[in-house]
């Protein structure tokens, strides 16, 4: 069964997460914002905040979602790390952990915070200290020394 929205959201509830396509007609900043609020609110709307419990992925990328959509302009790291959906997610516990690694594996960011606060490690030498990348393969190499990721 699919349901269809304004003709503009297909969702497909028989998948493990909740698929949803929206196409984007219009160009620039303000839109592609825009569009990533109605993908947001489509998916709050149609995903039962019951199965995030069962499903703490889903509660993940949701608040991932939100977070980066929010904190994509912001210049202060402490701003960045203080927004409530980055705080819900180190809530988490050591379950987002292996989630937060497979994301720094496609792309750096700053999860670090969030990992530190999580684990009460820190795997950065002082000297790597401020460059993503190299911050990122420190925990990358954390990760698989200690089985969250492989």
């Known amino acids: ?3 269809a929205c304004r003709n503009e959201a297909v969702i497909k509830p028989t998948s493990f997460y909740t ?3 929206i196409s984007t007609t219009a160009l620039g900043e303000e839109s592609d ?3 990533t609020a109605y993908k947001n609110f489509i998916k709050e709307y149609f995903v039962p905040i019951s199965r ?3 499903f703490p992925q889903m509660k993940f990328y949701r608040l991932k ?3 980066e959509a929010e904190t994509a302009f912001l210049p202060s ?3 960045i790390a203080m927004h409530p959906a980055y705080q ?3 809530g988490l516990g050591s379950v987002a952990v292996p989630m937060i690694l497979r994301e720094m594996k496609k792309e750096p960011g700053h999860w670090f915070w969030a990992l530190k606060s999580i684990t009460g490690e820190d795997p950065v030498p002082p000297g790597h200290r401020g460059r993503i990348k190299v911050m990122t393969e ?3 190499l954390w990760g698989k020394e200690h089985g969250y990721i492989s």
Request: charged fraction near 20%; glycine fraction near 0%; avoid cysteine.
């Open 77 to 79: 790291i402490s701003d």
């Open 138 to 140: 420190d925990w990358l």
């Open 88 to 90: 819900q997610i180190i």
């Open 52 to 54: 995030e419990s069962l």
């Open 19 to 21: 698929d949803i396509f």
């Open 1 to 3: 069964m699919t349901y």
């Open 65 to 67: 979602s939100q977070w």
């Open 33 to 35: 914002k825009l569009s």
